[in-house]
């Protein structure tokens, strides 16, 4: 949910400005609360710049390559399991939004059926990190099967934090920005402004998830395979 830059042309996010943000102490920060529209009044002009651009998709593509072509692997070296595809995830470095992170989690496995999320130490296929950055929260990935989601202190308070942290997590399951959209669509992240508390995908985010998963998994397993 930030701006495009070049500082970090594989990462994907929201779309605040560093003006509207700035930045504060970590420790200074408390644990993020759901912004309501009593809380934040948001005007037309300081959403101008959530448009998203052609840079800012090729990211979000990286980053969902990155996370199939690791979980892709992962099938491939055990070939005879029948379990559902599962993304693993590591939030130990973000426990102030442990409980963001459980209820993304829920939403989206209440939400999708051919792909899950599961949180684990061992051989995660991303991490969630937490910190101050002007740029807000994104989802950022090396290209090398090593991405993590990033939920900056600030923009927390000022929007739904369990918003922020399923949006970005829509990144990792192959969904683009899309700020010109209604509050009720998920991607459309800090277009809405600070009132929209919706947190869970509508019925296209839900049916490009699933179809991402079922086709895009088939395909990268066998590059995997080939290779």
């Known amino acids: 949910m930030r701006l495009s830059t070049p500082l970090l042309s594989a990462a994907v996010g929201l779309g605040l400005t560093a003006a509207a943000l700035g930045t504060v102490p970590a420790a200074?920060?408390?644990?993020?609360?759901p912004a309501s529209a009593a809380s934040t009044v948001s005007t037309a002009g300081s959403f101008a710049g959530y448009n998203g651009s052609g840079e800012e998709a090729k990211a979000n593509q990286a980053f969902f390559d990155a996370v199939l072509k690791s979980v892709a692997e992962q099938r491939a070296a055990n070939p005879k399991s029948?379990?559902?595809v599962t993304v693993t995830y590591n939030a130990s470095a973000?426990?102030?939004?442990?409980?963001?992170?459980?209820?993304?989690?829920?939403i989206w496995n209440s939400s999708v059926?051919?792909?899950?999320?599961?949180?684990?130490?061992?051989?995660a296929n991303f991490t969630y990190r937490e910190g101050n950055d002007s740029r807000g929260s994104y989802a950022s990935t090396d290209g090398h099967g090593r991405g993590y989601i990033f939920l900056d202190y600030r923009q927390n308070q000022q929007y739904n934090s369990t918003r922020v942290t399923a949006h970005e997590t829509g990144?990792?399951?192959g969904l683009p920005d899309h700020y010109s959209g209604p509050c009720s669509e998920l991607?459309?992240?800090g277009g809405p402004?600070?009132?929209c508390t919706n947190a869970t995908p509508n019925a296209a985010e839900r049916a490009r998830v699933n179809?991402?998963?079922?086709?895009?998994?088939?395909?990268a397993l066998a590059k995997v395979n080939q290779d």
């Open 113 to 123: 059926t051919n792909v899950r999320l599961q949180a684990g130490t061992s051989g």
């Open 193 to 195: 402004g600070t009132s």
């Open 171 to 173: 990144h990792v399951l």
């Open 82 to 84: 029948t379990a559902a």
């Open 187 to 189: 991607m459309s992240g």
């Open 211 to 219: 179809q991402l998963w079922a086709n895009g998994l088939a395909k």
């Open 94 to 106: 973000a426990p102030t939004f442990a409980s963001q992170i459980a209820r993304s989690t829920q």
């Open 28 to 33: 200074a920060a408390p644990a993020p609360e």
